[in-house]
């Protein structure tokens, strides 16, 4: 079997990504969207058009037989996936590219890399999927260091061990998700966890980034499913003890899920598993109201039901993405399960739904599963291929991205008319027209949602990463000023960096910092991100 190789620039590995047609179909549809005739575009960089510095450092000897600095190696662990990741691409600036990179495939790589790192003053950055929106993999680490080197962990891919019992498996941490799905369903067991990075992202990745999925209530995010977890750091190897809970002082795992690669390289986890389902529902609720939307979801929420998908689209997202008309907001609403039947969960979603004026086709409704038809499949469709479009928009100078969120239902609407503005406001004022907002929730919670922004607007070559930057300072401004959090599933990484020490508490970043010193004496690790920059 021939191994895919990640994309130099875009979504996914060569050969996948919009056929030429479907580019031409999302221009046009994007122009008509701006009332435009059509868009000056810039072609897309091939690896020939890159004149990529030299590399600082030489590999080691010691690291020889799993090291690089070809420049595709170089080039392809640069960057993540997020919008200003992609303008840089375009306008060929690879600056931070790693002298560096590493392919472990095994422990004794990992602390080999690590030993060598420490003595030669070396940023060590971890490199899992590759499809961080937040700048968590670049090599930006400022000027202290000698150079950098990625780390990357596919090689460590094997689900080495399945405890069908206590329905839990043992994976190495750079297995990604369509193996670990591969190798657990012949044993009729599924991890669950489904993040639109699904393709990419591997285990070590969500836990360090603490990775949301796609169901929405109840099992969530990766924490849910973590059952211990064992991570490499300069200092030596943590690793927790399995249990299913323990009340014993500060937790390990909770230490590793959400590091970010700042403070160690999670090798190995034990993993929560669940029966894989063979009942399903599924269906979309319209409601007049947005209000009245949100208050379904909400007492769906705190109705004990707990759907494996209650996503709320407002009209305009459902508009732009096939699920609706515009005149109407849209709740996807589905159950599922491997032990019973669902349709009494669905009835009596339903019923919360139509007691505040939701309407649905009752055919589509009682379908064994009506997740690919209609308004529910065109989301989900559109979910799937959302993160292709970028390689067409970026060519036309579309500044289209997102920002996510968590807040309580008693500041939910005042939250969501103040953000909506501000992050309009600044469109406007940073390219002279007026843009698009959304905003769909993508989780949700008995005690409050995660709503999901997204921002378009026509943009300028030249000027795009500028242009982006202000209104995601002005976004992300407004999001912690009326009490959110700077993000509920894509990370902190480096571009979230200002914002995450203003929401965490002064005194629990000094015991990060603590935490980093004693782990990380070097500071080595993933430099900027969680902690800040050591100036």
């Not at 590999?59 to 990741?85: E, I, N, Q």
């Not at 004990?304 to 609403?333: C, I, K, T, Y």
Request: glycine share 10%.
């Amino acid at each position: 079997m021939v191994a895919k190789r990640p994309k130099f620039c875009g979504w996914g590995y060569e050969g996948e990504g919009l056929t030429p047609d479907e580019h031409e179909m999302v221009l046009e549809r994007y122009a008509e969207r701006f009332g435009l005739e059509g868009f000056a575009r810039i072609p897309q960089p091939e690896l020939e058009d890159i004149d990529l510095h030299g590399a600082r450092l030489e590999v080691p000897a010691k690291l020889a037989d799993f090291c690089s600095s070809t420049d595709f190696d170089r080039l392809t662990h640069t960057y993540g996936k997020s919008f200003p990741d992609y303008v840089r691409i375009y306008n060929k600036d690879f600056t931070n590219a790693p002298d560096i990179v590493a392919y472990a495939k095994s422990e004794d790589h990992v602390e080999a890399v690590l030993d060598w790192a420490t003595g030669a003053n070396v940023a060590v950055i971890p490199f899992g999927g590759g499809s961080t929106v937040v700048g968590g993999i670049e090599p930006a680490v400022g000027g202290k260091f000698s150079g950098t080197l990625s780390l990357d962990l596919t090689g460590l891919d094997q689900i080495l061990e399945i405890d069908k019992t206590s329905r839990a498996a043992r994976m190495q941490g750079g297995i990604r998700c369509p193996d670990i799905e591969n190798g657990l369903r012949p044993h009729g067991l599924t991890m669950r966890h489904f993040p639109q990075s699904f393709d990419l992202a591997t285990l070590g990745g969500m836990i360090a980034t603490r990775s949301g999925g796609h169901f929405a209530t109840l099992y969530t995010h990766i924490d849910d499913f973590v059952e211990s977890t064992r991570m490499l750091t300069p200092a030596g190897a943590m690793e927790s003890r399995r249990l299913p809970g323990s009340g014993a002082g500060p937790s390990p795992d909770r230490m590793a899920i959400g590091s970010e690669g700042s403070l160690g390289i999670i090798t190995e986890a034990w993993m929560r598993l669940q029966d894989r389902p063979n009942q399903r529902r599924s269906t979309a609720i319209n409601f007049d109201s947005f209000e009245r939307a949100v208050e379904a979801v909400r007492q769906l929420t705190q109705s004990g039901l707990f759907p494996s998908n209650v996503r709320l689209l407002d009209r305009m997202e459902a508009l732009l993405n096939g699920a609706g008309d515009g005149s109407h907001d849209v709740v996807v609403l589905g159950f599922e399960s491997a032990d019973h039947a669902v349709d009494a969960w669905m009835e009596r979603g339903l019923a919360i739904c139509n007691e505040l004026g939701g309407s649905y086709d009752e055919a589509a409704s009682k379908a064994e599963d009506s997740n690919t038809s209609g308004a529910a499949g065109a989301w989900r469709a559109a979910f799937i291929k959302m993160p292709h479009f970028r390689d067409a928009l970026i060519s036309a100078a579309v500044i289209s991205d997102t920002f996510e969120t968590a807040i309580t239902w008693d500041k939910f609407h005042n939250f969501h008319e103040n953000v909506t503005a501000a992050a309009e406001q600044a469109i406007e004022e940073v390219t002279g027209r007026k843009g698009i907002v959304t905003c769909r929730f993508t989780h949700a919670y008995p005690d409050g949602a995660a709503p999901y922004f997204t921002f378009q607007a026509v943009g300028k070559h030249g000027a795009l990463a500028e242009q982006w930057l202000e209104i995601k300072k002005r976004a992300s401004d407004a999001v912690i000023d009326y009490g959110g959090t700077i993000t509920h599933h894509h990370a902190v990484g480096r571009d979230h960096m200002p914002w995450y020490e203003r929401q965490r508490p002064e005194v629990f970043g000094l015991a990060l910092q603590g935490a980093k010193d004693k782990l990380d004496p070097g500071g080595i690790l993933n430099p900027g991100v969680i902690v800040p920059l050591a100036q």
